[in-house]
């Protein structure tokens, strides 16, 4: 027969009261459950602040997250390193994760700000090859292997994009006339997101998207130096009285038409901000039309004859160095007032690929519209 031992009555209460102590200890101590992230519980506290862009715009949420509006309509949620992708986030809207190491640069026209943010090295892929540019950054980093040529935006090498892991492909508006094009680019699981810095309606507008690229880089901080430096310079032109003196930009086509911009081209604009007025004021700009139009040497001889000051624009056919070389093009240009007083100047052939150019060709109009002594970047004297 076997003897249990029991527990006297008042032993055997003790320990059940010690077992539920343990217990509730173990409960209490335990990890809290987190509420899961998701798209509807980001909560974004404040906005990146833009002067004169409004193409895009970027908003900010603790813990690194951005949501990224293009005027185009397209969406962005930008993912911090380390960081999970929130549940919930909609279909249209692309995830992009920091950080971007792999890019395909399209639109040549926002190299200039990878380079001035120093993120050159963040464009492993490019739609120019090293002779189709300008900036000499990008040209070395080609010919050294650092970033390979991936073909134009209407052919680009997939393989090859592939390849190198490109998380993010940057193209112009043109990528809209091939659009088969970007959507095999998501197909393969890289986001697109298309330039608009052209559809801004003020010339520094253009230059501010800066602030975009740097909020997908990393790097507000030098982007916000760089924009407030820029706008401190530019402030005492920009404030001064129009000097009234009119100014014709323009080249001429192989067919002898002569190619001016639209008044609400940028290039217009930025001669008004610099104190002239534009030749061809009444050359408004229609939706959907090219900034540009070409017109014929009577129309023009009309509308630029009596201006004070020719600008050629050398993007096409190469840089002039004298009046007779312009000449050679249309003797006509002889009876023109500019012509007569040595009010003929020329732009360099990096202008448009310099995009952050812009607010120096500002100042270099200044100097020519008001006659003062300085050293140009962008425009040039034909002698």
């Known amino acids: 027969m076997t003897t249990v031992r029991r527990l006297p009555l008042l032993g055997f209460a003790a320990l059940l009261s010690l077992l539920a102590l343990c217990g509730c200890g173990q409960t209490a101590n335990a990890p809290e459950t987190l509420p899961e992230l998701s798209w509807d519980t980001l909560e974004y506290d404040h906005s990146l602040e833009l002067l004169f ?24 949620l930008v993912v911090p390193a380390g960081a999970e992708v929130p549940a919930g986030v909609p279909e249209e809207v692309t995830v992009l994760r920091q950080p971007l190491e792999s890019i395909y640069l399209v ?17 492993t892929l490019a739609g120019l090859d090293a002779s189709g540019w300008y900036i000499e950054e990008a ?24 390849d190198l892991e490109c998380d993010l492909a940057v193209e112009s508006t043109m990528i809209y006339h091939t659009p088969e094009v970007k959507e095999q680019l998501e197909r393969l699981g890289i986001p697109v997101l298309v330039e608009r810095s052209s559809y801004e309606s003020h010339p520094l507008g253009r230059m501010e998207w800066i602030k975009l690229y740097a909020s997908l880089l990393g790097k507000e901080a030098e982007s916000a130096a760089y924009f407030d430096g820029l706008i401190e310079r530019l402030t005492p032109i920009l404030e001064q009285e129009n000097t009234g003196k009119t100014v014709a930009f323009f ?46 040497m009577e129309s023009f001889y009309e509308g630029a004859r009596n201006a004070d000051i020719l600008i050629y624009n050398s993007a ?34 990096n202008l448009f690929q ?21 050293g140009l970047t962008y425009l040039h004297h034909l002698d």
């Open 53 to 76: 862009a409004e193409q895009f715009s970027v908003d900010y949420c603790a813990g690194g997250y951005q949501r990224i509006a293009i005027g185009d309509g397209n969406r962005y």
């Open 107 to 123: 639109a040549t026209s926002a190299m200039d700000l990878f380079r001035q943010l120093d993120a050159i090295d963040a464009v």
């Open 139 to 162: 040209r070395e980093a080609i010919e050294a292997g650092r970033m390979v040529y991936a073909g134009k935006y209407g052919a680009p090498d997939y393989e090859r994009i592939l």
């Open 251 to 296: 080249y001429i086509t192989s067919t002898g038409a002569v190619n001016v911009r639209r008044s609400g081209d940028y290039i217009a604009k930025s001669i008004g901000l610099a104190g002239g007025v534009y030749a061809f004021s009444d050359l408004e700009s229609e939706e959907g039309a090219k900034s540009t139009m070409n017109m014929q």
């Open 316 to 349: 096409i056919d190469g840089e002039l160095q004298t009046v007779d070389q312009l000449l050679e093009k249309s003797g006509v240009l002889a009876d023109f007032k500019a012509v007569r007083e040595g009010n003929v100047w020329c732009t360099g052939k």
């Open 354 to 374: 310099e995009s952050l150019g812009l607010g120096d060709l500002i100042t270099d109009l200044h100097t020519v519209l008001s006659g003062e002594d300085g």
